[in-house]
């Protein structure tokens, strides 16, 4: 009784699921009328086997156009893509796209729902992303994509995209990995070492070190692309060095409490969050006195600070070699080059670029790549998502009615939360409502950094100074 009672409560409070389904059309119409350039794109399909009048909801393919034109015009050209599962009885997924912005936040670019994540579901929404995007490449390159290895979407974006960069999630590597049998911090620490190695030697160095640790494991490691996984062998057109794909965990955590809301409820919910986002990044960007985005200012600020144990000395116009302990790099500040390759990658300055910048009297934020200053972004969130009316004004179309999927209701508690990983660490709780509090500056337990009796690093200095 007491879930029947409370499915007709979210019945009257949140809508009909079923019902929600017949006017989908209708609603993705006025989507198009009030933000006209947008992509929005749904398809049907009857179920022999659950026949009807009309047809069944099949998928639908949701990009708003100030998503669409922010990405291409203000964002890198970089894609994480993930699914999630909706928390209702239909068993139906939702699959997003997301970029990074400027501060490298997590940047929705589209989602769709479909029925299942497979090859054909996957292949569906990419050539729908593909289609609003104009192509495999925008006015920055090729796009990057970064996916968690299911073999069904490794498929569909080698079908789509196959001019594509891409990689692969190393948190979902390691998960493999350990499901192999190679388990242990050793391990992790030898692969990680690998992963986020900027140059090739010292990727082969821990490469080495996992093979003597357990030659098994080393094999295993080897038989992934290392293009995909290798820092050092990724490509430098996306200008980041991002090897997780947490932003789509990001994502699936910002639409948490809409995933389990009827269809057009959730979708609504969904562009509110992007409405209320675009708006607040572009109302602060007007009031603010900084041209470099603080985050990448923090990390300038440290360059600068390590730079002071480089010695740079002028080899050629605009190439200079610079020490640093027993290494020595070539830095080229004409082609914005590091023999490190962390420049190449990142396009922020290296501790040893910011040092040949300085021997040749230049200012190091004159070579931060304007994908982190604030016109960028103000392209990235300068569209609006504007608001959609509700169901009394929405116009309507000709065309059929659509019947909801197959729900699958169960008179009992539902599964709303993730099936952890086997090998997956819980979160530690936290019984007491004063949690312990750990300095940035110094690491000691019990006070911040504004207290903080030591000197302030450049970046906590920075951020104190309010930039």
Known sequence: MAYRARKQALKVVQGDQRGQYTRIRDYLQAVLDTNPGSRCVV????????????????????????????????????????????????????????????????????????????????????????????????????YTIISDRQKGLLNAINHVFPNCPQRFCLRHIYQNFQTAGFRGDELKKHMDAASYSYNKNEHLAAMNDLKR????????????????????????TCKTDLVVNNIGEVFNKMILDVRGK??????????????????????KTKTANWEIFPTYAEMLEEAKYNSRWCQSLMAGPNIYQVSSGDN??????LHRTCGCRKWDMTAKPCNHAVSAIVKAKLQPEDFVDD????????????????????????????????????????????????RKNQFEKPAPRDTSRMASITCSNCKLVG???????????????MRQNQH
């Open 447 to 461: 006070h911040r950094y504004t207290v903080c009796s030591k000197p302030l690093i450049p970046a906590l200095a």
């Open 328 to 333: 020595t790099y070539s830095v080229n500040l």
């Open 43 to 142: 398809t049907t399909k009857h179920l022999p086997q659950h026949p009807s009048k009309n047809p069944r909801f099949h998928g639908l393919f949701y990009c708003l156009n100030a998503c669409k034109e922010g990405f291409l015009n203000g964002c890198r050209p970089f894609i994480g893509v993930d699914g999630c599962f909706i928390k209702l009885s239909t068993g139906q997924q939702i699959l997003a796209a997301r970029g990074r912005d400027e501060n490298n936040n997590i940047y929705p670019i589209a989602f769709g729902v479909v029925d299942k994540e497979d090859t054909d579901s996957w292949t569906w929404f990419l050539t729908q992303l593909k289609d609003a995007l104009g192509g495999e490449s925008g006015k920055f390159g090729y």
């Open 262 to 283: 009827p269809i057009k409820t959730m979708l609504e919910g969904i562009r509110t969050k992007l409405m209320v986002k675009f708006n607040t990044n572009r109302t």
């Open 371 to 418: 994908f982190f200053k604030k016109e960028m972004y103000q392209k990235a969130y300068g569209h609006i998502i504007f608001p959609v009316p509700g169901p009394n004004l929405w116009p309507r179309t000709r065309t059929q009615d659509i019947e909801p999927p197959v729900f699958r209701d169960k008179v009992e508690k539902q599964q709303t939360k993730r």
């Open 213 to 236: 640790e357990c030659k098994a494991a080393w094999a295993w490691l080897n038989k992934v692309p290392v293009h995909t996984w290798a820092r050092h062998a990724m490509d430098f």
